[in-house]
């Protein structure tokens, strides 16, 4: 069974730093993009970030020069390194990725929450 599993979220003050990772696994025969999503209450998930199986990235405005994606092919994990938080990027954070596995399409993890609140 092919899964995406987050960790990382937590608690942080204004202008803390989080790093939150995922890992696909599974029968996995191929990852092509991975990404990030985050749902704050009330609102619809948005993107945050994602980025291709060769590495070309893509932000949302709102967290371009302090966020970072990544990703390590060989270990089937994507990261959001999150710097310079604030208050509104409190959301539960998703990852998403598109796979190639006996059912092909995009997978989502269960969620992570992160605070940023002083």
């Known amino acids: 069974q092919v899964q995406l599993v987050e960790s990382g979220g937590g608690l942080v003050q204004p202008g803390g730093s989080l790093r939150l990772s995922c890992r696909a696994s599974g029968s996995i025969l191929r990852i092509n993009s991975m990404g990030w999503y985050r749902q704050a209450p009330g609102k619809q998930r948005e993107l945050v970030a994602s980025?291709?199986?060769?590495?070309?990235?893509n932000y949302a405005d709102s967290v371009k020069g302090r966020f970072t994606i990544s990703r390590d092919n060989a270990k089937n994990m994507v990261y959001l390194q999150m710097n310079s938080l604030k208050p509104e990027d409190t959301a539960v954070y998703y990852c998403?990725?598109?796979?190639?596995?006996?059912?092909?399409?995009?997978?989502w993890g269960q969620g992570t929450q992160v605070t940023v609140s002083s």
């Open positions: 998403n990725a598109h796979m190639v596995a006996a059912v092909t399409g995009g997978y």
């Open positions: 980025i291709t199986s060769g590495g070309i990235t």
